[in-house]
């Protein structure tokens, strides 16, 4: 899926074109290693392009949080905050922080970037989550050299 303009990424306070960025789908997500260098990221989406790209995984995914939390009589961020649609939990900000860097970061990189060896910065954490007008995400990404 190619972004729309309305997406912007920042990179030490500075905008960086969506093509120079990709993210790490492996395994080592959030590890990071002495030997790279790491920068500050900034990525900001409208509320509406968050749902148009995130909202049928986070569907599928509450589900089956819901199945499991029922099944071994257990409790999750999805169960705190009721199941509820994923425009309703825009206004549930912990649990919303909670549930994107757990449950749908990743998915959610995957649907903005395109995986190419020949990005400038690999987007490897999801550290800050915030609802304002916008989603904004905030992490650190390794500067390739």
């Known amino acids: 899926m190619k972004l729309s303009s309305a997406m912007e990424v920042e990179i030490n306070n500075l905008s ?6 990709g993210y790490n789908d492996g395994l080592n997500f959030g590890r990071f290693l002495e030997n790279m260098e790491v920068v500050g990221y900034t990525l900001e989406l409208s509320k509406d392009q968050f749902l148009t790209l995130i909202e049928i995984d986070y569907n599928q995914i509450r589900d089956e949080i819901k199945a499991d939390d029922e099944a071994m009589n257990d409790t999750s961020d999805f169960s705190e905050s009721g199941y509820c649609s994923l425009e309703d939990l825009f206004a549930k900000e912990a649990a919303f922080s909670e549930i994107v860097k757990g449950y749908l970061g990743r998915p959610l990189l995957g649907k903005l970037f395109v995986k ?3 990005t400038d910065f690999i987007i490897n954490s999801i550290d800050k989550v915030n609802v304002l007008d916008n989603i904004v995400l905030k992490g650190r990404a390794f500067k390739k050299l």
């Open 16 to 21: 960086i074109d969506v093509d120079k960025v």
């Open 116 to 118: 190419s060896q020949e």
